[in-house]
Nanobody, 122 residues
Framework: QVQLVESGGGLVQAGGSLRLSCAAS????????MGWFRQAPGKEREFVAA????????RYADSVKGRFTISRANAKNTVYLQMNSLKPEDTAVYYC???????????????WGQGTQVTVSS
């Protein structure tokens, strides 16, 4: 089992930055690809970014490419999402996920965090 706890969310003005962290428990963290998803009010949860077990490969949604960066520190059992040039449309609850069961881009991961709220004001 892997437990995930997100932190770092908050309120920021448009153009600002935030860094989300996802702390994982469990010895097998370093073997899993990790992902970040988000869900805005009234919308379905959507893919944001994902990273492979070593950190050498990452993928992004087109809407965040060039602004967000996913990274991981396996020694700290932590994955990060650096978010720059934030826009009001980035407002959502952001979820960390581990161990995709199919495509990285789908909502089909074995383990999920509880989410952290990100609000971007205009």
């Amino acid at each position: 089992q892997v437990q995930l706890v997100e932190s770092g969310g908050g309120l920021v003005q448009a153009g600002g930055s935030l860094r989300l962290s996802c702390a994982a428990s469990g010895r097998t963290f370093s073997s899993y690809p990790m992902g970040w998803f988000r869900q805005a009010p009234g919308k379905e949860r959507e893919f944001v970014a994902a990273i492979n077990w070593s950190g050498g490969v990452s993928r992004y949604a087109d809407s965040v490419k060039g602004r967000f960066t996913i990274s991981r520190a396996n020694a700290k059992n932590t994955v990060y999402l650096q978010m720059n040039s934030l826009k009001p449309e980035d407002t959502a609850v952001y979820y960390c996920a581990a161990a995709p069961t199919s495509s990285w881009y789908e909502n089909e991961y074995k383990f999920w965090g509880q989410g952290t709220q990100v609000t971007v004001s205009s």
